[in-house]
């Protein structure tokens, strides 16, 4: 029923908007902005992150991840998204969908991170809420998976907010900041996600590909 709808570059067209905020793909000219984020954010995400390199906000460290990116996008195995305050047009985190599987999982894991300075305030909610309904609604999946830190109190309390379930534990299940660390693991199907939206407790969301995305 579903197919994935993006070929070439187009993938850099779309935007999901909510009231908030808008999502889209990252492009060239965001590395500024990205960069000084991330910067100031440091002490606030290392805790979180696999170890930074020592060129980790450099303009060739993030043109490397746009490759990626636009290799995962072409591929149909990943999505990238960066957050923008919708009023002022900030930088305000990012959030991926990687390891797709189609076949008989139609699965997708959830990545996300958010500035320090705009932390807590409801911006990453909405940010995985749109990117939720891309996941199931338009490139049709039934599941997203997510895990986080067993002492990520915040990250835990915003996908139960989403409402994902607790489905397990794994020992030593990422590298995080140099240590192999166990994670909580998060699980999302499509139909508990739309009887959720149905419930109204969703931000009203609109798709749109505009014609001339800036490079």
């Given at each position: 029923m579903f197919a994935w709808p993006l070929t070439g570059n187009d993938h850099r067209s779309l935007l999901l908007e909510g009231p908030r905020v808008i999502l889209r793909a990252p492009r060239s000219r965001d590395w500024r902005a990205w960069a000084a984020l991330r910067r100031e954010s440091r002490d606030f995400l290392v805790p979180w992150e696999p170890t930074w390199p020592h060129d980790a906000l450099t303009r060739g460290a993030?043109?490397?991840?746009?490759?990626?990116?636009?290799?995962?996008?072409?591929?149909?195995s990943g999505?990238?998204?960066?957050?923008?305050?919708r009023t002022d047009g900030q930088l305000v985190g990012g959030v991926t969908l990687a390891n797709i599987r189609r076949g008989?999982?139609?699965?997708?894991?959830?990545?996300y991170w958010v500035g320090a300075r705009y932390a807590?305030?409801?911006f990453m909610t909405e940010g995985l809420g749109l990117v939720l309904d891309y996941a199931f609604e338009t490139i049709g999946l039934h599941r997203v998976e997510a895990a986080c830190l067993p002492d990520n109190a915040a990250s835990q309390a915003?996908?139960?907010r989403l409402r994902f379930s607790r489905e397990g534990y794994a020992r030593q299940y990422l590298r995080i900041n140099g240590s192999w660390r166990d994670h909580v693991l998060y699980g999302?199907?499509?139909?508990?996600?739309?009887?959720?939206?149905n419930a109204g407790a969703g931000p009203a969301i609109r798709q749109a590909w505009p014609a001339s995305?800036?490079?």
């Open positions: 993030f043109r490397r991840r746009l490759r990626y990116h636009n290799s995962e996008w072409r591929s149909g999505a990238a998204f960066f957050i923008f305050h008989v999982a139609q699965t997708g894991s959830l990545g807590r305030q409801g915003l996908l139960q999302l199907l499509r139909a508990d996600h739309r009887a959720q939206r995305p800036e490079s």
